[in-house]
């Protein structure tokens, strides 16, 4: 079992990795703080920890990956976090994501659509003491049974936007996802403006592990 122990060099290479993030136009104290006190080694295969503080993704098992700093600090800030926020998260992976969202004061409900994935996290958000409302299942549709939600967030590529996930969004709430094809999407940030009104915003260069599910790659 990895021992979950967290040193001066953790510590110090995570300072480097929100500078990192900051030179990158990351603007957020908020989140920036998130992840300077979340050890992200916590998460990483034994075999890949010394990797764990370069600004890359790394394989989790089952296929998927845990996101980028970069990403999961863009995402975030886009999210707009308030304390209190209830969150759905589409794709739980490792947790990284679920638990940034955690520090930063949302309620978090999130889904794995990997029974395999869906239980080694479970125990070990347990292990960590961090409470998330877990669900294993096809996130595609969102989570219908606790909307409406604050803020929803995806984190794998869909090749278009879930109609569910914008119906189950609060007015003035943001959706966050990653659209485009199986290789390269864009950053889609919807904010919901009434029962019928959104407005959409785009930022191109991002590349997630597909998003499947009845709604997202077959």
Request: charged content about 25%; glycine content about 12%; aromatic content about 10%.
């Amino acid at each position: 079992m990895l021992k979950l122990e967290d040193t001066y060099l953790h510590k110090g290479k995570r300072r480097a990795l929100v500078a990192e993030l900051r030179a990158k136009g990351i603007k957020s104290e908020r989140v920036l703080e998130a992840i300077n006190n979340l050890p992200r080694h916590f998460f990483f295969d034994s075999a890949l920890i010394s990797h764990a503080y370069e600004d890359k993704a790394f394989p989790i098992g089952e296929g998927q990956t845990i996101s980028q700093p970069y990403t999961v600090a863009f995402q975030t800030e886009l999210l707009n976090i308030k304390p209190g926020d209830k969150v759905l998260e589409i794709g739980t992976g490792s947790g990284y994501q679920g638990t940034i969202l955690h520090l930063l004061g949302a309620e978090v409900f999130t889904i794995e659509y990997q029974k395999k994935l869906f239980d080694g996290t479970q125990r070990f958000l347990k292990r960590l003491g961090i409470e998330l409302h877990l669900f294993y299942g096809d996130g595609t549709g969102g989570l219908p049974q606790h909307a409406p939600y604050d803020k929803i967030i995806v984190t794998a590529g869909a090749p278009v936007v879930p109609e569910a996930l914008i119906q189950q969004l609060k007015v003035g709430g943001i959706l966050v996802i990653p659209v485009g094809d199986r290789k390269r999407q864009a950053m889609v940030k919807i904010t919901k403006k009434s029962g019928k009104e959104t407005v959409r915003e785009e930022f191109e260069g991002f590349a997630f592990v597909p998003l499947l599910g009845k709604y997202g790659w077959k």
